[in-house]
């Protein structure tokens, strides 16, 4: 095991894509840095982008992140980890690859990598559920079994596993000279916990250290998802600051990000146990920077690493409506339920389960649903969003349209107009084709005896296409 005394890592940005400020990162370099971090892996965008195998940012903003810190962190002999392309698929990690030797070529760099591929083989899971591994899953979902089942595993798209601490630990150690390290789906606080832990550094303040730091200056103020954020951790505690002058952090944007993204605001389940900050104190200990101790890791009885996994359900195709006239506001509800009755009327000869039909009321409830504490409209104008999902696109498209025409002509109770009850602000719009459309199927916590035992990790050198080496 490696040890130091104190580390330096600059945290990037909140999500690769989303943007990286270089002024900050420049100012960074001169910390005396140890690693450069970002995380941009997530389930946030929805099961789709796992589903397709394509990345949830753009390639150009996912590019242009890549290029600034890989330039200046090479520039400045800082190794890096990242992980980045989205959903996590060997597809998106092969195209950060891609970007990332187009940019060596581009700036005349040499790179020697280390990468970790998430996507698993349905073959190992079919495998480990034979033996008889038991994955229960980590949410109560209806569409979510209980415990992973074969057929389940069979029928998904794609599936990946989130990768853990001590695989970036092990390819690091064991691969002395790398510039860095990409990773595919991957546990953010993982990234940034890994070298404070290979360094012998306490579990439960380097996981802390990770969950503050992993989304860089939104545990500022101003908060900011494209900025970034320096933490130095020693034996007992951890300091974090920006390096923009525009921000600070306090004890109260410190502990707001580490209540993020969690329901319990005082322990968060990890692989291998629970991180547990009930008694974490915050201090401020200058004008920006806030000083973190007195985290705890509770040891879980065995370790277990997320799996997620979609399947396609169908197709989908939307409309979007405006409603203007008071009249038409004030009877939405009935015209959307008689407008149902009717679509389900004149595609009864198709067997049940061919197509579904909602509708969300903007101005209303679509946002919360059932949760709204004011179910009633408010404004002098709606927006009505017709979300059919079919078997096929040709179906689901055939819906939609007469199921927008049927709100656009039908009539109610005092209607004034018979020209249209709603507004469409495009053409084509009665029926907008989205293509593919993917539930998340695997939300399972998968039982190793080895934290590594899914992952492939390869060593990949880049050189530039016809150029010196800088």
Wanted: glycine share 10%; aromatic share 8%; with cysteine.
């Amino acid at each position: 095991m490696l040890q130091k005394e104190e580390l330096r890592i600059f945290s990037a940005t909140s999500f690769m894509g989303h943007g990286v400020d270089r002024e900050s990162l420049e100012r960074a370099m001169d910390c005396n840095l140890d690693f450069v971090i970002a995380q941009g892996t997530t389930t946030d965008a929805g099961p789709y982008y796992l589903g397709a195998g394509l990345p949830v940012m753009a390639e150009e903003a996912l590019r242009r992140d890549l290029e600034l810190i890989i330039t200046i962190a090479k520039a400045n002999s800082v190794p890096f980890i990242i992980s980045a392309g989205g959903c996590g698929s060997d597809s998106t990690t092969a195209l950060v690859l891609e970007l990332i030797e187009d940019i060596c070529t581009q700036h005349h760099l040499s790179l020697k990598l280390g990468v970790v591929w998430s996507e698993v083989e349905r073959d190992y899971l079919l495998s480990g559920l034979e033996e008889g591994r038991r994955a229960k899953r980590i949410v109560p979902h209806p569409v979510l079994e209980e415990y992973l089942s074969a057929e389940n595993v069979r029928q998904n798209e794609r599936i990946v596993a989130q990768v853990g601490p001590e695989v970036i630990m092990d390819l690091w150690a064991s691969n002395p000279g790398l510039d860095g390290i990409i990773a595919g789906r991957s546990l953010d606080v993982g990234l940034y916990a890994a070298i404070p832990l290979l360094h012998g550094f306490d579990k439960g303040l380097a996981m802390h250290f990770g969950k503050i730091m992993e989304d860089g200056a939104l545990a500022a103020t101003p908060g900011s998802g494209n900025d970034g954020l320096l933490g130095i951790i020693r034996s007992d505690h951890f300091d974090v600051r920006p390096t923009n002058p525009k921000r600070r952090c306090t004890p109260e944007s410190v502990t707001g990000h580490a209540f993020y993204e969690r329901s319990d605001p005082s322990r968060e389940a990890n692989p291998g146990g629970d991180l547990d900050i009930s008694q974490a104190t915050y201090a401020q200990l200058d004008e920006v920077t806030v000083r973190v101790s007195g985290a705890k890791w509770i040891e879980a009885p065995a370790y277990t690493v997320k799996l997620e996994g979609v399947s396609r359900v169908g197709y989908r195709s939307i409309c979007i409506a405006g409603m203007r006239d008071p009249q038409v506001v004030k009877n939405v509800d009935l015209i959307l339920k008689e407008t149902k009755e009717i679509v389900d009327d004149y595609f009864a000869y198709l067997p049940v389960g061919e197509y579904s039909l909602s509708f969300k009321v903007y101005g209303r409830d679509a946002v919360l649903g059932p949760f709204e504490p004011t179910p009633y409209v408010q404004g002098h104008e709606i927006c009505v969003l017709v979300d059919v999902v079919a078997k096929t696109q040709k179906l689901a498209n055939s819906v939609c349209s007469f199921a927008s025409s049927t709100i656009s002509h039908h009539g109610f109770p005092g209607r004034l107009s018979t020209a249209g009850n709603i507004a469409i602000p495009f053409s084509p719009g009665r029926a907008v084709p989205v293509g593919e459309v993917y539930e998340f199927t695997i939300w399972h916590a998968w039982p190793l005896d080895d934290p590594k035992e899914p992952f492939r990790t390869t060593i990949k050198t880049i050189e530039p296409k016809g150029g010196k080496v800088q």
